[in-house]
């Protein structure tokens, strides 16, 4: 099986600044890491995701990062908008396993 | 984008009782997965299918769980019989293939009485 780790649980940003959230697992067979954006009361929607042939990718104000060596990733979010305020989970997965999920991060962004 | 319809949206029941929770996954998906997740929580991978078979299940899959895609129409999460600790939301999911994008649905609320 597969561990996730996440943290923070809770992060407050200030509006126009970057939010970090990491998260580490244990199964060095796992090779696939997308992040997922919940927001109350419906279903989480993927919003970047990177495999494990990459250390780095980008797309619109989200940036992932991935150190294998350290099984660690990370998400952040440049330039923090009201909109991004939301719980973020990250997750992990191998071959022929189903995603294991990070306990999730509240976000919070405020003026 | 693509759609996993999920009904009901909410269903209460007694405690012992038998409940289906339905899940229409995308048309050309072959994968296809349950999760749980307590208000607030993370969500907890249940078991994923595919084939007609179940792949994988951790340990919340309980015997009275039970998951079924009979002739390609819904793919269903049966508990019989229900418990006080199954209430939470059940997100169905499903993908196009292995390490592909999972879609979820909007969830099944379960309240156990």
């Known amino acids: 099986g597969e561990q996730v780790e996440q943290l923070p649980s809770i992060l407050r940003v200030q509006e126009g600044s970057s939010a970090s959230i990491n998260c580490t697992y244990e199964?060095?067979?796992?090779?696939?890491f997308p992040w997922y954006k919940q927001e109350p009361g419906e279903n989480p929607k993927l919003i970047i995701d990177?495999?494990?042939?990459?250390e780095r990718k980008q797309t619109q104000g989200l940036i992932v990062l991935l150190d294998k060596k350290a099984k660690r990733f990370s998400l952040h979010i440049t330039d923090t908008q009201p909109g991004d305020s939301a719980m973020y989970f990250c997750?992990?997965?191998?071959?022929?396993?189903?995603?294991?999920f990070g306990l999730g991060t509240r976000v919070s962004v405020f003026p | 984008g693509p759609k996993v319809l999920q009904i009901p949206s909410h269903q209460i029941i007694d405690m012992g009782q038998m409940v289906t929770l339905n899940c229409d996954p995308v048309?050309?998906?072959?994968?296809f997965y349950w999760y749980k997740q307590i208000l607030g929580q993370q969500m907890e991978f249940l078991v994923n299918?595919?084939?007609?078979?179940?792949?994988?299940k951790s340990k919340l899959f309980k015997d009275q769980f039970s998951v079924e895609r009979p002739d390609g129409s819904y793919f269903t999460l049966k508990i019989q019989p229900t418990a006080l600790e199954d209430s939470a939301v059940y997100f169905c999911?499903?993908?196009?293939?292995?390490?592909?994008?999972?879609?979820f649905g909007a969830g099944t609320r379960l309240s156990v009485l």
């Open positions: 997750a992990a997965s191998g071959y022929a396993q189903g995603l294991t």
């Open positions: 048309s050309n998906h072959l994968y």
């Open positions: 999911a499903s993908s196009p293939g292995q390490q592909n994008t999972l879609y």
């Open positions: 199964n060095s067979a796992s090779n696939y």
């Open positions: 990177i495999r494990s042939n990459m």
């Open positions: 299918f595919y084939n007609g078979k179940v792949m994988e």
